[in-house]
């Protein structure tokens, strides 16, 4: 039985920050840590003390990991960036609600003795003989300690506690990774038992030494069951300080997902029964596991929810059906056409996530050349009179102080500029949009024509496409493109209203120019002829959008969300020599281009060039960071491939920024997940100058010093399908709502029983439901109770398997 455990984690926004520049203000960026490895990093929000970010990452993690942090950052451009200050979250915090933590938290101090991370390797005896009790600590070594010397490195020594005994190894230079393999002997001195505690320090030849972690271990476990093996560091217990506020909050969203993943078989019964569901009458339907589902979830659990089921559905080559059976569901009970889709529902969650899976490749095609632009031109855009700047462009143009009307017309002008070349692209984009999505939109258009037939809904049709389209998919992307992927980085605060204008424009074009003159916003006047214009074009291009013959990709054969040929990243990278002379570190990286997809890694000097190198992802057992005294430069990871002859061969590659170096390592962690043999251990330095920078073991082929993080990747489009995952999902999803289906279609036997109650039963149930369909809708209801608990009797017997072969000990190797 597998085991998944995932992080859901928004940051959202800052508030009543302190200013950390001279200008009264600062650069605030938030780092997210996962047991002290940093797997994201947000853009920076320029000159503001109430940031919003709006970042959202899914982080697939081991089941074992044991805290989540957040530090705000100010960002400087000369020197070290300031810490504002940090939020620590334990995994039992988070788990403690399913729900999760949405709310305001303040800011911590960062306390440098709290700032421990890493673990050491202990075997301990207790020992007796003619003179009393010993106890004998053998302190092997230890991995990933803090950095706490500007080296980034540390010159750690442990001490050991027993009673009023102490005693210390000997100090191990320069290292995050010492091997002592030194054994301590301490007395047992006369009194009461006492606990062992080993502490370790950064030995420091001016000043005080830097504390490191400790563990500490109660008599009961010296007499019962010796240590032996891993332990986590842990710091010093303390009560947790609280700032008041004086160093600000954050608003954050973080939801824990933790499953065991039974065998396939256990799930096809349910598989089926979500299948048949999409087949069959969707306007009757109140009983299947769809109607169930559709019925019970809301707010971030129902976009989860649709996320898992598209995927689902996309395995089984039935993502047309099943957004066909949700949306007709929607259309048979809307009344006014004016409000279709307009709510969260789940078919409007699943069919804008069903065009995030399928159509994030052709959104950056269509969109990206312009939005490049955008960021790169940096132009100043403003039609709304209260918010023009006058004098900010005349200190642009150096002529003088504009009129409010030629800052009108210049803006007009530029925006035009960027909407004309979007319209463009977006209309010519027909035979790029991708055929699933296409049929989709078809069998969309058909549902709403045939409810609203009339001549007067006449522009339904086109709206109910375009508002998912242009209103849901293109007008948020190009408002916020570095949530779409577009960009690296958020928009600074005048890019950021250009794009905002833009993103307005597009909205409008989408809805057909219906509310154009209405509202607020008159200052769009302006703008209006080129909008007019522009929507006529963009009926053509809906009607050649659903003119699409593709009836067997509703239906088809089950497919991969990505193929093996298809790239899912692409970029520039800084690659080491093979065998590099003497040559400095920074000339020994030579700039080249790299392609991945999920059969090879490849490489050449530039996208045109026609010779490349490849590495096989089939080859590939870690993907891992590199510290950065390795080769005295950041964001470093290493490649290992084991080749024909079981050697191992380490390829090392430098990224622009932390984030590109996350993308980078879950990407090729991702595609090289089904390889068997991966390993468990690496070296996260380099061997030079016949040693590794890491441990310092003078052995090329020592064994690795520090353990492999292949479960540690970013959830995104190109996530692989897992059906036994997606479905585990909607059977947790389903245990929620099932005392209300048996209520609702169930005889409880223990209730009245008379014809009077049945009747009262029948009615309250069905709302003047027909027998018949009574009849088929409380046979469904008990197909899907029965299967529930056929699952829920396969989880109980696989945990007391778990249960009978578990048995406590340390951590892992």
């Not at 996530?353 to 132009?379: A, C, D, S, T, W």
């Not at 009836?551 to 970029?571: D, F, K, N, Q, T």
């Not at 991966?678 to 082929?701: D, M, N, V």
């Amino acid at each position: 039985m597998a085991k998944s455990s995932s992080l859901n984690v928004r940051v959202v926004e800052g508030r009543a920050l302190p200013a950390k520049d001279v200008s009264g203000s600062s650069d605030p960026y938030c780092i997210v840590k996962v047991d002290d490895e940093v797997v994201a990093r947000t853009a920076t929000v320029w000159r503001s003390l109430s940031p919003f970010w709006g970042e959202e990452y899914t982080i697939h993690l081991p089941l074992d990991f044991h805290h989540l942090a957040f530090y705000v950052l100010d960002e400087d451009t000369v020197g070290h960036d300031d810490i504002i200050g940090k939020i620590s979250l334990s995994k039992d915090a988070i788990a403690a609600d399913p729900r999760g933590i949405d709310s305001w938290i303040n800011l911590s101090r960062v306390d440098p003795d709290a700032e421990v991370q890493g673990e050491i390797c202990l075997d301990v005896q207790m020992l007796e003989d003619a003179r009393g009790r010993c106890l004998r600590c053998h302190v092997l070594q230890a991995r990933d300690l803090a950095p706490r010397d500007i080296t980034g490195t540390s010159d750690p020594f442990a001490r050991v506690f027993w009673g009023s005994q102490s005693l210390e190894t000997s100090t191990i230079k320069k290292t995050r990774f010492p091997h002592w393999d030194e054994v301590l002997e301490l007395r047992e001195m006369p009194g009461s038992s006492a606990p062992l505690r080993v502490e370790l320090w950064d030995w420091d030849m001016v000043g005080k030494n830097d504390f490191l972690g400790m563990v500490e271990f109660p008599p009961q476990v010296l007499q019962q069951n010796t240590p032996r093996g891993w332990f986590r560091l842990l710091p010093f217990p303390r009560a947790e300080e609280d700032s008041g506020g004086t160093l600000g909050a954050v608003r954050l969203k973080v939801r824990l997902t933790e499953d065991r993943i039974l065998p396939s078989r256990h799930y096809q019964p349910l598989t089926e029964l979500l299948m048949e569901s999409v087949l069959g009458p969707a306007e009757e339907d109140t009983a299947s596991p769809l109607a169930v589902l559709e019925e019970l979830t809301s707010g971030d659990c129902r976009q989860d929810l649709a996320t898992k089921l598209v995927k689902l559905f996309l395995g089984q080559g039935l993502a047309g059906p099943f957004l066909d059976y949700l949306t007709r569901r929607e259309v048979t009970r809307t009344t006014d056409p004016n409000t279709l889709f307009r709510s969260n529902s789940l078919a409007s969650k699943a069919m804008e996530q069903f065009m995030k899976l399928v159509g994030m490749p052709y959104l950056h095609e269509v969109l990206k050349p312009v939005i490049n632009r955008v960021f790169e031109e940096k132009k100043y855009m403003e039609l709304d009179p209260c918010k023009m700047d006058l004098g900010r462009t005349r200190r642009i143009s150096f002529k003088g102080a504009p009129s409010e009307e030629h800052v009108r017309d210049a803006s007009l002008g530029l925006l035009t500029g960027y909407l004309g070349p979007i319209v463009d692209a977006i209309v010519g984009s027909v035979g790029r949009c991708p055929p699933a999505m296409r049929l989709v939109f078809k069998q969309l258009r058909q549902c709403v024509e045939e409810r609203f037939p009339q001549a007067e809904h006449e522009d339904v049709k086109y709206l109910a496409v375009s508002g998912f389209l242009f209103l849901r998919f293109f007008a948020p992307a190009v408002l916020t493109p570095k949530l779409f992927d577009l960009r690296d980085q958020h928009a600074d605060p005048q890019t950021s209203r250009s794009l905002l204008l833009l993103a307005k424009a597009v909205q409008s074009i989408g809805n057909l120019g219906q509310q154009l003159g209405q509202g607020k916003e008159l200052w769009m006047a302006p703008l209006h002829p080129f909008l007019l214009q522009s929507i006529s074009r963009v009926r053509h291009f809906l009607d050649q959008l659903v003119d699409v013959n593709g009836e067997e990709e509703a239906g088809g054969p089950a497919r991969a969300l990505v193929a093996p040929s298809v790239i899912v990243r692409e970029g520039y990278l800084l690659k080491r020599k093979e065998e590099p002379t003497s040559l400095a570190t920074r000339f020994a990286f030579k700039k080249r281009y790299f392609w991945l997809s999920g059969e090879t890694l490849s490489y050449s000097k530039s996208p045109e060039w026609q010779m490349r190198s490849s590495i096989p992802v089939s080859h590939i057992c870690a993907v891992e960071r590199v510290d950065e005294g390795a080769f005295q430069l950041p964001h470093v990871m290493q490649v290992m491939t084991r080749g024909a002859a079981g050697g191992l061969h380490t390829t090392y590659l430098q990224c622009k920024n932390v984030n590109e170096l996350n993308q980078w390592l879950s990407a090729l962690r991702k595609a090289s997940a089904p390889n068997p043999d991966k390993l468990a251990a690496c070296h996260p330095g380099a061997f030079r100058s016949s040693r590794w920078t890491c441990c310092l073991q003078a052995e090329r082929s020592a064994a690795g010093c520090s353990r492999t993080h292949s479960a540690v990747t970013l959830g995104d489009w190109s996530d692989p399908l897992d059906p036994d995952a997606e479905i585990q999902m909607v059977y947790r999803q389903l245990l929620l709502g099932r005392d209300q289906l048996r209520m609702k279609f169930q005889e409880d036997p223990s209730t009245d029983s008379s014809p009077e109650a049945d009747a009262e039963k029948d009615s309250g149930a069905t709302e003047g439901a027909c027998p018949d369909a009574l009849a088929r809708q409380r046979e469904a209801a008990g197909r899907l109770l029965e299967v529930l608990a056929d699952l829920d009797r396969a989880h109980e017997e696989f945990q007391q398997r778990e249960q009978q072969k578990a048995a406590p000990g340390p951590l892992g190797h």
